[in-house]
């Protein structure tokens, strides 16, 4: 299987312009498979964060090549990454790195190859707080989000050792643990009994204050926006319901649509806890023996 390791003398380029975390620690790191998935997970808890004064910097794995219709994979390429950055820069987002693996196919790359690349970010941003997919989420049927989760969470866990890429700390990247990690699931609520290992807890935000924001955002997803109203319209059209309000050629209706979807998820999490609308996460991490200035930082509000 090929591997990129040359990409690992590139990140010095890669992250040109890019600042380094200082000593307050001020950083988030977000994980994502493609430009929406942590739109649609974690964008209103994001926007509070960086309301707090949190710099949020996104890692995206995928190059976003196959969510299209009537693209061709570069067309949808180009067309899903435009969007992705039109909608970070709405939330907030201070810059995205792009790794360019092949969508829909994480479970053939290398998970070294991926698990390199994260320690050198994880390595560079040192975020206070990190945002990865959640692969413990049950029935999740995408894979993509499931191996990028899980070789996340590797990274996370060994992201400080000096034994792991080792050339990582030649290039003047030295080993960094993450105080926090926040896994997150782009489709459903969470349901009782998930949540990974047992150090994992079940955290809420408050996201009444950032959905309209996140919504916004997320409307800027045009072309994935539009594949996701077909999918819609076909599947009712397949139950003998009719379509006519869901055009996934009718921007309108498109942008109905989502909001609906957005407004709904956030409300079904939000009854859980006693807010209007909400996001939740399995959270990891919290060491107690971190200094407390670092835990203050950490510890979600």
């Known amino acids: 299987m090929r591997c990129r390791l040359a990409l690992l003398v590139l990140l010095p380029v890669l992250f040109a312009g890019v600042p380094a975390a200082g000593q307050d620690a001020g950083n988030i790191l977000v994980v994502t498979a493609n430009s929406g998935d942590y739109l649609f997970g974690a964008g209103g808890t994001l926007i509070k964060f960086v309301q707090e004064g949190y710099s949020v910097y996104v890692a995206q794995m995928g190059n976003d090549e196959k969510i299209a219709h009537g693209l061709t994979p570069a067309q949808a390429r180009l067309a899903n990454v435009e969007d992705g950055k039109d909608a970070a820069k709405l939330l907030g987002v201070s810059d995205t790195v792009y790794m360019g693996h092949k969508s829909g196919e994480f479970g053939y790359v290398s998970a ?34 499931y191996h990028l989760g899980r070789i996340a969470e590797e990274s996370w866990g060994y992201s400080s050792g000096d034994t792991f890429s080792p050339e990582l700390k030649r290039m003047g990247l030295q080993g960094y643990h993450a105080p926090e990690v926040y896994f997150y699931s782009h489709q459903r609520p969470y349901r009782p009994g998930e949540g990974g290992e047992k150090r994992a807890r079940m955290v809420a935000f408050d996201i009444t204050l950032t959905i309209e924001q996140k919504m916004n955002s997320i409307e800027l997803l045009r ?22 309000m869901l055009n996934p050629l009718d921007d309108i209706a498109v942008r109905r649509l989502v909001r609906s979807y957005v407004e709904q998820l956030g409300a079904t999490i939000g009854a859980k806890y006693g807010f209007r609308f909400g996001e939740e996460f399995n959270n990891a991490g919290l060491n107690p023996a971190l200094p407390p200035h670092v835990l203050e930082k950490a510890v979600p509000k």
Request: net charge positive; aromatic share 10%; glycine share 2%.
């Open 223 to 244: 072309n994935r926006n539009q594949v996701y109203a077909r999918t819609v319209r076909d599947r009712l059209v397949a139950a003998g319901r009719t379509a006519e």
């Open 112 to 145: 070294t190859e991926i698990r390199k690349q994260l320690f050198a970010l994880i390595r560079h941003f040192r975020p206070a707080k990190l945002f990865i997919p959640d692969p413990y989420v049950h029935y999740l049927d995408d894979r993509d989000q």
